[in-house]
């Protein structure tokens, strides 16, 4: 009788719990859903667990591929941003331990904000007068 409430452990119990607490997860970490279809849908699942938690699996709306494919370049544009953004800072250590000119300091600037797609400037704005 062990062998078989190991079985029903390992086999079953464990693998349903598993897909239970995904369904849980997936309702709240979904946008395309309302709040009122996340609070039915995690009703649904609280309710009746193995039952519900099916149905959802079953029935939950499927993620538009494009939706996908615009949340994967947007990470890869503050990915590049963020990239961006240190070696301006690095750049900009160099230029104050005087190892780059102003002229330098500028090129290399206006090259990384070129290639983000932005506007690249080559003068600096005046420094207020005292």
Do not use: C
């Not at 607490?21 to 609070?39: E, P, Q, T």
């Not at 099916?54 to 591929?65: A, D, Q, S």
């Amino acid at each position: 009788m062990r062998v078989w409430q190991t079985f029903w452990v390992l086999f079953v119990l464990v693998p349903l719990t598993i897909a239970w607490a995904f369904a849980v997860f997936d309702i709240f970490r979904r946008n395309d859903l309302s709040g009122w279809a996340k609070a039915i849908w995690f009703v649904v699942v609280l309710a009746v667990p193995w039952f519900g938690t099916f149905l959802y699996l079953l029935f939950r709306p499927r993620e538009v591929p494009q939706e996908i494919a615009r949340a994967q370049a947007a990470a890869r544009e503050a990915y590049e941003k963020s990239l961006a953004a240190d070696q301006i800072a690095k750049l900009s250590a160099l230029h104050t331990q005087g190892e780059l000119s102003d002229q330098e300091f500028a090129a290399a600037k206006s090259h990384l904000l070129l290639s983000l797609g932005g506007v690249a400037t080559t003068s600096r704005p005046a420094a207020p007068a005292h």
